[in-house]
């Protein structure tokens, strides 16, 4: 009896120790209006520590293998969070094979990379930190180089109680990612923050086009996120034999040429377009869809061509324009 | 309604009482080997005699011990070993009635600097075969690195065992180079990389052997991993290089080889 006693009292200890130290510092996301609650992982609680090492993980060229490009290299603050280049320049001039895509609202996205290979946030940082063509490091290696940065190992020790290791590394960044919220565009403004002129006669004609059936945008851009989170093929190519998508994860003759449906927030500051950036405007993809797509056997049933005046093709990219968020790319939460 | 509160309060007394004065003996235990499922009261367990067995993996090439960082001939091309390591997870030993015993959660990380591994406690008994994949099951191969230490053959490796794109384990990975350029020594030029790795090339390798696991006995299941039944038929110069998903025809040879590398080792 003693002895369960004294583990009671064992345990009483050490459940009180351990809740001490992340509720103190709990963060709140900043959620805009008309955003969902995002899923917080429960061993991912944000903390303003947490968040604050993520950030610095997230800018530091530590993480490549020669010390040459952070992850901001890529994922850059004036575009979104993404590349201004079709393929993202890796160490050493080295490029792979995919458009760098922006990091915004990345707390509500439940597909994660273009092929949904990766499952989450806390699992996503391995991509670009072990990819030969990206930072070209190993997480080891990684963790053995922050342990001899004592700046670092002093906040690891606050954050997780423990020296810079693979689960401190991506539970911070992922932390931080979580902070990029992007839902302050003047369209937010109008749809969400009651500010009927935030939008002029043009971009609501935009949008009027944007949401009707007969353009069928919203059929996959929809929701808050402008996405629907699933894998589409858009029937932008005919040959995918370079990247088969989707297919590269489940070897499903049935998703080749199938990527994540991407949110359009923002997309007026993301070009270049599509998983290998090899579309420049949006003009480009407004009069692919217009056509009906190339006719892939497994393009989207969504994409069946529409017609579109010049005047409507304005105001549909005027509405587009109108979604991107000047006051995130320049969140100072997120700068440098 | 009050009665029938009260009746009933009676029949769960009743009840009470009827089952603890009838609790069926015997032993509670389910790892025991008299584990009775309906026993209530437990009234003594027997426990079956374990050892501490070991799996030896003697790896050659070419009949030499494996060593990476040195020179071989494979199929007539002077080729650098750098790297030949693979995963072994699933092991079981099988008795003569094909009663299988299963080490759950137990996963090698086979290097050519290793041969000794600890493969965890087995009940005593003869056993007729080892069976054992190669690679990780589905549900732990998509599981979380980073919730590992490093060091643990789940954890961060480096060099990597791992993707992150398909968020998986590379099964088994063999990085060199092979003389490309005919002058008879490896050179960077040709550099190789065989990573196999997806749920789908998972392999289960069934080894017929003796293995008496008992007091007194040395209780090591010796293997043979033969890197030379793994290279068969493998083009060392022009077609070296897969990552499983770009170059399926070699990740298709190579795992038809692994079905034939392993076989009964000796001491």
């Known amino acids: 009896m003693r002895k369960l006693i004294s583990i009671l009292f064992l345990s009483a200890i050490l459940v009180s120790c351990s809740e001490v130290i992340p509720e ?313 | 309604m009050k009665r029938n509160f009260g009746s009933a309060l009676l029949a769960i007394c009743t009840l009470l009482t009827v089952s603890s004065c009838s609790k069926k003996e015997g032993c509670t235990d389910p790892t025991a080997t008299n584990y009775d499922p309906d026993a209530e009261k437990n009234v003594g367990c027997l426990y079956e005699e374990t050892y501490a067995v070991e799996m030896h993996v003697h790896q050659f090439l070419n009949d030499i011990e494996l060593e990476e960082e040195m020179p071989y001939v494979i199929n007539g091309v002077n080729t650098n070993l750098n790297l030949a390591q693979f995963y072994v997870s699933g092991i079981t030993l099988v008795d003569a009635n094909g009663n299988e015993f299963k080490q759950d959660g137990l996963y090698l990380l086979v290097q050519p600097e290793t041969e000794e591994y600890a493969i965890g406690d087995f009940p005593a008994g003869d056993y007729t075969s080892v069976k054992f994949d190669i690679g990780i099951d589905s549900a732990t191969n998509h599981g979380d690195p980073s919730l590992y230490p490093i060091g643990d053959p789940l954890g961060a490796q480096t060099p990597s065992m791992h993707w992150g794109w398909s968020f998986g384990y590379i099964f088994m990975r063999i990085d060199g180079e092979v003389d490309s350029d005919g002058d008879g020594t490896p050179d960077p030029a040709g550099a190789f990389e065989m990573h196999l790795g997806t749920d789908h090339y998972l392999a289960s390798i069934e080894v017929e052997m003796p293995i008496s696991i008992g007091q007194g006995l040395e209780n090591i299941v010796h293997l043979q991993a033969d890197y030379t039944s793994f290279f068969t038929g493998v083009d060392m110069v022009n077609d070296n290089t897969t990552h499983t998903t770009d170059n399926v025809t070699l990740a298709n040879l190579l795992l038809d080889n692994i079905y034939t590398m392993f076989s009964p080792g000796e001491e």
């Open chain 1, 24 to 336: 103190e510092k709990a963060y709140e996301l900043q959620i805009p209006p008309g955003f969902d609650v995002p899923q917080i992982p429960e061993d991912n609680i944000l903390t303003d520590a947490k968040i604050a090492l993520g950030k610095k993980l997230f800018y530091s060229t530590a993480l490549s293998v020669d010390s040459t490009i952070s992850c901001a290299s890529c994922h850059r603050p004036e575009n979104a969070f993404a590349d201004h280049l079709a393929i993202s320049h890796g160490v050493m001039g080295r490029t792979g094979f995919r458009n760098a895509p922006s990091l915004q609202n990345v707390a509500w996205y439940t597909v994660i990379t273009m092929d949904g290979g990766n499952p989450s946030l806390e699992t996503q940082p391995y991509v670009p930190i072990e990819t030969h063509e990206e930072m070209g490091f190993n997480m080891v290696l990684l963790c053995e180089r922050l342990n001899t940065d004592a700046e670092m190992v002093t906040s690891f020790n606050d954050v997780f109680g423990s020296n810079p290791d693979p689960y401190g590394v991506t539970r911070a960044l992922a932390a931080f990612e979580r902070t990029m919220i992007s839902g302050n565009s003047r369209y937010d403004q109008y749809a969400y923050q009651g500010n009927i002129h935030a939008l002029t006669a043009e971009e609501l004609q935009g949008k009027d086009l944007f949401f009707s059936d007969a353009l069928g945008c919203a059929n996959c851009h929809s929701g808050f996120l402008f996405t629907n989170n699933t894998f589409e093929n858009n029937g932008f190519f005919s040959d995918y034999s370079a990247d088969s998508g989707r297919a590269r994860i489940t070897w499903l003759h049935e998703d080749v040429g199938k990527f994540k449906v991407p949110s359009l927030r923002n997309v007026g500051v993301t070009a270049p377009y599509m998983h290998n950036g090899q579309v420049e405007t949006l003009d480009e993809i407004i009069d692919m869809y217009a056509a009906g797509g190339s006719g892939h056997e497994n393009q989207s049933g969504f994409i069946t061509g529409f017609s579109i005046t010049p005047a409507e093709k304005e105001a549909l990219k005027a509405f587009l324009l109108s979604l991107t968020d000047i006051s995130f790319m320049q969140n100072p939460d997120l700068l440098e």
